[in-house]
Structures are given as C-alpha cells and as structure tokens.
Nanobody, 123 residues
C-alpha cells in the first residue's frame, strides 16, 4: 500500500493550493479517503474526508467553506483544493485511507497513511 502526496509549497495569505494524493496497492474505489494535517509541535488533526463514491464529504469547522475534497477513482487519486489560505493552515498535510464499503466519510480509524506534504502560508 502506498499513498503519495504532492502539491505542497509556500503561498501568501489569501492564496490557493491544490494537494494531490495518488494511491496504489489497494482497491482505491472501496476506500474512504481523507486529509489530515499536523502543525509543528501540535497533534495531527482531521481536515476533510470523502466516501468511496464521492457522494459523502465531511470537513473540519476550521476549513469548511475554504477547502474542497474530491476524488477520481479512475486515477486512484484524491485532491484537496485549498482557497483563502491563512497562516494557521501552515502544516504538514497527510493523505489517509480507510476501507469502508458503507460509503461513509468518517474522521477516525484510518489504516493507511502517506508521508505528507508541507504547506506554508506566509507573507
């Protein structure tokens, strides 16, 4: 199983970034996918999740309305479009996968994790 994130970088406040995560080694279309983030010296926190069909999504209150999670099962990929970025969004962002045939978008119990991609929001 492998999850590889990309798209991180440095952006000014108010800017946008799009993170990508490409999966391999498992049946991507049967898994809920999610993004988490971890700021320096802090715990890893849930950001967003999307069900295997893409029909169910969930967002943390801190990103709701600014971030959008999406997926392309044909490309084994999940994305996080981040708009109106704030310095508080600075963190390492991790992609995660959880087998869920019930088409849910939970915040816990993820089995597989990527290595992360760094996002810095600074002027």
């Amino acid at each position: 199983v492998q999850l590889v994130e990309s798209g991180g970088g440095t952006v000014q406040p108010g800017g946008s970034l799009r993170l990508s995560c490409t999966a391999s080694g498992f049946t991507f279309s049967s898994f809920t996918m999610a993004w988490f983030r971890q700021a320096p010296g802090k715990e890893r926190l849930f950001v967003a999740a999307i069900s295997w069909s893409g029909g169910v999504t969930d967002y943390s209150d801190s990103v709701k309305g600014r971030f959008t999670i999406s997926r392309d099962n044909a490309k084994n990929s999940v994305y996080l479009q981040m708009n109106s970025l704030e310095p508080e969004d600075t963190a390492a962002y991790y992609c995660a996968a959880d087998y869920d045939p019930m088409d849910g978008a939970g915040r816990f119990g993820y089995d597989y994790w990527g290595q992360g991609t760094h996002v810095t929001v600074s002027s």
